[in-house]
C-alpha cells in the first residue's frame, strides 16, 4: 500500500514531442505528490508539486496531471528539447510520513 | 549556499574494509537521509533520521550503520564492505518529514571489489 509505481520505465521521443510519465498510488492518505528530474553523475532535483485539492499544475513546459478517484498522477513535458534528457521520479508522502519514491523513467529526447 | 555536500565523490574499496560517507547541509533542515541508486531499482531509503538525535531504518539498512552527529551532519558507515554495497549513495535534506521537498547532494560512486 505505500507502493508508488511508475511507468515506463524508459521512453524514447523526438524533439517537440509531449512524453508522458505515469504514477499510481494505493495508500488514500498521500497528499503530496513531487516529481524529480536527475541528471546523468548528479543528484536528483525537485522539479514541480502538487496537492490533491487540485487537478493540474503547470511551471513552464512542465504539467502535472492528477486525478484523485483512479489514484493516479502523471508528468507531460511541452514542446521536449534535448535537454530534457534525463531520469524522471515520482514519489508520494502523507502528512508527517518521508516520501516514497516511484522506480524512476529514463527520458531521452534526440534532436 | 552548497545545499547538500557529500564526500567522497568517488571510493574505491576492498571486500572486508570500511568507511564513512559524510554528509553536510547548511539549510537548518531537520530531517536527512541516506540513499542508494542501483540500475533499474531506482532509490531506495537505507536510514533517516527525521530531525537532530533521532534515527530509523529505512527499506535496505543491512550492512549500514548512521550517525546523525548534529543538525548538519549524517554519516553513513559500511563496517564491512561487500561488493553488494556497489552503488551510488545520495544523502538528502528537508524541512521535516511529509509534504516537504528534498534537496540531495551530489552523490558518491562507491565500488566494492
Known amino acids: 500500500q505505500q507502493q508508488v509505481k511508475q511507468s515506463p520505465q524508459s521512453l524514447i521521443v523526438q524533439k517537440g514531442g509531449i512524453p508522458i510519465i505515469n504514477c499510481a498510488y494505493e495508500n488514500t492518505a498521500f497528499d503530496y505528490f513531487p516529481w524529480y528530474q536527475q541528471f546523468p553523475g548528479k543528484g536528483p532535483a525537485l522539479l514541480i508539486a502538487i496537492r490533491p485539492d487540485v487537478s493540474e499544475k503547470k511551471e513552464g513546459r512542465f504539467t502535472i496531471s492528477f486525478n484523485k478517484s483512479a489514484k493516479q498522477f502523471s508528468l507531460h513535458i511541452m514542446d521536449s528539447q534535448p535537454g530534457d534528457s534525463a531520469t524522471y521520479f515520482c514519489a508520494a508522502s502523507s502528512g508527517t510520513d518521508k516520501l516514497i519514491f516511484g522506480t524512476g523513467t529514463r527520458l531521452q529526447v534526440f534532436p | 549556499n552548497a545545499g547538500v555536500t557529500q564526500t567522497p565523490k568517488f571510493q574505491v574499496l576492498k571486500t572486508g574494509q570500511s568507511m564513512t560517507l559524510q554528509c553536510a547541509q547548511d539549510m537548518n533542515h531537520n530531517s536527512m537521509y541516506w540513499y542508494r541508486q542501483d540500475p533499474g531499482m531506482g532509490l531506495r531509503l537505507i536510514y533517516y533520521?527525521?530531525?537532530?538525535?533521532?534515527?530509523d531504518k529505512g527499506e535496505v539498512p543491512n550492512g549500514y550503520n548512521v550517525s546523525r552527529l548534529n543538525k548538519r551532519e549524517f554519516s553513513l558507515r559500511l563496517e564491512s564492505a561487500a561488493p553488494s554495497q556497489t552503488s551510488v549513495y545520495f544523502c538528502?535534506?528537508?524541512?521535516?518529514?511529509?509534504?516537504?521537498?528534498?534537496?540531495f547532494g551530489s552523490g558518491t560512486r562507491l565500488t566494492v571489489v
Open positions: 538528502a535534506a528537508s524541512r521535516g518529514l511529509g509534504n516537504y521537498g528534498y534537496t
Open positions: 533520521s527525521a530531525s537532530e538525535g533521532t534515527t
